[in-house]
């Protein structure tokens, strides 16, 4: 199936519509009327939303009725689109990590692993600037931020 520009401004515009709505929902939960001579707290937001969606409404519209040849290309060839997974599954994979070993161990696992594929680095580089980067990381948000990350079973065996 061939995903041309169309579709997916279509596709994103019925996101953004929904987002919106929800917006505007939830704001009306908090209220979107003057509260003793002042703007509730959904006020302000209950509008955004509904710019949100009106504007989801134009892009939408824009897009079915574009006659332009750009509307009907190829959204993305398949040999450009390797190459976002090729730095999209690592993220994941990444991300994924921090539940399990929490954010130190996986951002060493993460840099390592593009230092050496996609940076071709040596071994010494390679393990040196994620080790002093994880290390350098650790110190300024464990101890000078007093900001606890994610830890991972090596952080709760080294004591942390």
Not at 55 to 83: C, D, H, M, N, T
Not at 96 to 103: D, R, S, T, Y
Not at 146 to 160: C, N
């Amino acid at each position: 199936m061939r995903i041309s520009y169309r579709m997916i401004d279509i596709a994103m515009a019925v996101l953004m519509f929904a987002i919106g709505v929800a917006v505007m929902v939830e704001s009306d939960h908090l209220g979107i009327d003057w509260v003793k001579g002042s703007p509730g707290s959904g006020y302000f937001p209950f509008r955004i939303g509904a710019v949100i969606s009106l504007a989801s409404i134009g892009i939408a519209i824009q897009s079915l009725f574009s006659g332009s040849r750009e509307a009907k290309e190829p959204f993305v060839q398949w040999s450009r689109f390797k190459l976002v997974l090729a730095v999209l599954i690592p993220i994941a994979m990444y991300v994924l990590g921090i539940n399990f070993v929490g954010i130190y161990v996986s951002s060493f696992v993460f840099m390592i692993g593009f230092m050496k594929l996609a940076g071709k680095f040596n071994w010494l580089m390679t393990l040196a600037v994620s080790g002093a980067t994880v290390l350098t990381l650790f110190w300024l948000f464990e101890f000078e931020f007093l900001v606890p990350l994610p830890k991972g079973p090596l952080e709760a065996l080294l004591g942390y």
